[in-house]
């Protein structure tokens, strides 16, 4: 919506007071403001069937009464406690970087924390968060305490102004333009330009740039497209499983990909030796994964603060910490006193939807989301659920997952907007999956999983792949061909215009 609101972010990328701005700027554009139920929570959906409504009930005792509901909780918002021995024994200051204490720290998110000047600080945790805040810390503290289960990967970040003469200059469209070329980039797509230029981009060109350049020759594909028929495998898969099966042997892409990986990772690592004054600790900060095992981290400030005499990494060598005492924090025999433990330890991932969204959802017959899911999610192209009529559930759950979170949020908002209208034109008030769509759609789910589910057993622990735990419940993914994939699946469902696998009824 840059285009449309003119708002003009200042460096390439942003920062939180930033974005704050700019979703203030956007609530004022779309009144967002006159309609929004500011510092409240919901405490739970209900269906009532005598009414053919939603009943939501929120914690200012708000009783309101809704046609549809739109769940979008976002997938990534209850902090994340350690499982640590004695975690309740501390009796220090404690609080999780999602909800940062000001109020202690003093300062903002630009830094100054002043109030830090006299404490000891320990930070649990290396991953994203950990990265912006380390800096900070580490230049305010008296004494930081860094403890790490697995580095996470450190590249350069070179953060830029923004040239306006560059932005006036684009034509219209430009935003959305440069927002497909980043997806399209980040799943492999064969794209002449990379209008982004980021390190994502750059990871992603020299993967797949490495695998395209063994791809096999147009006479090639020929014969072997000519010897298929006496081939038992290609009735066996298909012709198009089978071409592909040939090309992916051909071109050796495991391989292929996995030395672009190492060549990329190598540039990684030998950053924290050119960076890390001391030699043990730039060892431990380097992160031996393959690079997309863990979100990739960009910064620029992060590895120069183990060069501080009052910052000192405690590297768990993937063990993770023993103890919690009540002065501090307790590794390999020795107890750490800290004033302060911040816990950079990210969010729930996989648990029960109802506990991460913070309130219950009971559809027909009283039945809840929880128990309807409780052996694995069950959707309709990620958005419908049998037995929750006129209820859409937005993320990337049995969806499509993009690295610009908002592109799949407004796709799923055109794909809703689509549904609504034609249910409307049709005079239907209710809206419902098929339990034969929705079957069909798990088992699609489940066997697109399969495409990233090897990879991901090689990983190290982190988010990415549920603490290690790969594919416990396969249909528990997001759409595993990509989101270009995804998208372009439900355009073509739209075009059809028959909403295929959707109850409508009027009652």
Request: net charge positive; glycine share 8%.
């Amino acid at each position: 919506l840059l285009e449309e609101t003119g708002f003009v972010p200042k460096k390439k990328y942003t920062d939180a007071p930033e974005t704050l701005e700019y979703c203030r700027v956007l609530s004022k554009r779309f009144k967002l403001y006159e309609k929004a139920c500011f510092q409240t929570e919901v405490t739970s959906t209900k269906w009532d069937e005598d009414i053919q409504r939603w009943i939501v009930e929120t914690n200012k005792k708000d009783y309101m009464k809704a046609k549809y509901v739109v769940h979008s909780n976002g997938p990534l918002n209850r902090p994340k406690l350690p499982a640590i021995e004695g975690i309740n024994d501390y009796k220090g200051h404690t609080f999780h970087t999602s909800r940062w204490d000001y109020k202690y720290t003093g300062g903002s998110s630009h830094g100054n924390l002043s109030n830090l000047k006299d404490k000891r600080i320990a930070v649990i945790g290396t991953g994203a968060t950990a990265v912006q805040c380390v800096p900070h810390l580490g230049e305010s503290a008296k004494q930081l305490y860094v403890f790490q289960r697995t580095p996470s990967s450190i590249d350069i970040r070179n953060n830029k102004e923004t040239d306006e003469e560059w932005l006036i200059s684009q034509k219209p469209g430009w935003h959305n333009e440069r927002r497909n070329n980043f997806e399209s980039l980040l799943t492999g797509a064969p794209i002449k330009e990379d209008l982004v230029s980021d390190g994502w981009t750059e990871a992603f060109r020299l993967l797949f740039g490495s695998i395209r350049n063994r791809a096999p020759s147009k006479l090639k594909m020929l014969s072997w497209a000519l010897t298929s028929v006496a081939s038992p495998e290609m009735y066996k898969v298909g012709l198009k499983q089978y071409m592909t099966n040939k090309a992916m042997a051909h071109m050796d892409i495991r391989n292929a990909m996995q030395m672009a990986d190492y060549q990329k990772m190598e540039k990684v690592r030998s950053r924290a030796d050119e960076i890390v004054q001391d030699k043990d600790t730039a060892e431990s900060l380097k992160p031996y994964y393959n690079q997309f095992c863990k979100r990739p981290c960009f910064h620029d400030e992060y590895l120069q603060t183990f060069n501080l005499p009052n910052v000192e990494l405690i590297d768990t060598d993937g063990k993770g910490l023993n103890k919690i005492s009540e002065k501090g924090i307790v590794f390999e025999g020795k107890e750490y006193e800290v004033d302060c433990i911040i816990f950079a330890t990210g969010f729930e991932v996989g648990t029960d939807y109802s506990r991460r969204a913070g309130y219950q959802i009971y559809g027909v017959d009283g039945i809840s989301v929880s128990n309807k899911w409780q052996k694995g999610l069950s959707t309709f192209h990620g958005m419908h659920s049998k037995g929750f009529p006129n209820c859409f559930f937005f993320g990337p759950a049995q969806s499509g997952f993009t690295a610009t979170y908002t592109y799949s949020l407004d796709e799923q908002s055109i794909h809703l907007a689509y549904i609504l209208k034609s249910a409307k034109d049709r005079g239907a008030s209710r809206i419902e999956a098929s339990q034969k769509a929705e079957d069909d759609w798990v088992k699609t789910i489940i066997e697109k999983a399969r495409i990233t589910a090897d990879f991901q057993e090689k990983c190290t622990p982190g988010y990415y792949n549920n603490e290690g735990k790969v594919n416990q419940n396969p249909q528990n993914n997001t759409y595993g061909a990509g989101p270009i994939e995804f998208f372009a699946l439900m355009k073509k469902w739209r075009s059809k215009g028959t909403l295929e696998g959707l109850e409508l009824t009027n009652p």
